[in-house]
């Protein structure tokens, strides 16, 4: 049995085949999944799970060298987003980028992954950079 909090094989897979530099997207319910890119389906209702939740999962086993973020989340400012900008003042998201919404839609085709996530709440997307650990 795993020692990390990170139970999803889908998930963990998608981790494990990571390089320096390939994008990770966890995205709200609506957010679209452009033809050919993995998807991981975690959304079962309406906020399960909650974008916070598969997030800090994700944390837990993936090195983050950087992210993006929508400018328009620093506009509807979503209930995610503080804890967004706690996780970047600890480091643990790395440095930010600000792109547009259609950018980031634009960049979920270079994905390694993308996760949908039960989140409804509007601008709750986010891009992880891989990094590296050593």
Do not use: W
Request: charged letters at 15%; aromatic letters at 2%; hydrophobic letters at 45%.
């Amino acid at each position: 049995m795993k020692k990390t909090p990170l139970l999803n094989i889908a998930l963990s897979q998608a981790v494990a085949s990571l390089g320096h530099g390939d994008l990770v997207v966890i995205g709200d319910a609506g957010m679209p999944v452009p033809p050919g890119t993995p998807l991981v389906d975690l959304a079962v209702t309406p906020g399960v799970p909650d974008f916070l939740s598969v997030l800090r999962a994700l944390l837990s086993e993936m090195q983050v060298e950087s992210h993006l973020l929508a400018e328009e989340s620093l506009v509807a400012q979503p209930p995610a987003l503080a804890e967004l900008e706690h996780l970047t003042t600890e480091g643990a998201l790395g440095t930010r980028r600000l792109v547009s919404h259609a950018e980031m839609k634009t960049l979920c085709r270079q994905a390694r992954v993308q996760i949908r996530t039960g989140e409804c709440q509007p601008y709750t997307n986010l891009i992880l950079v891989a990094g590296v650990a050593f």
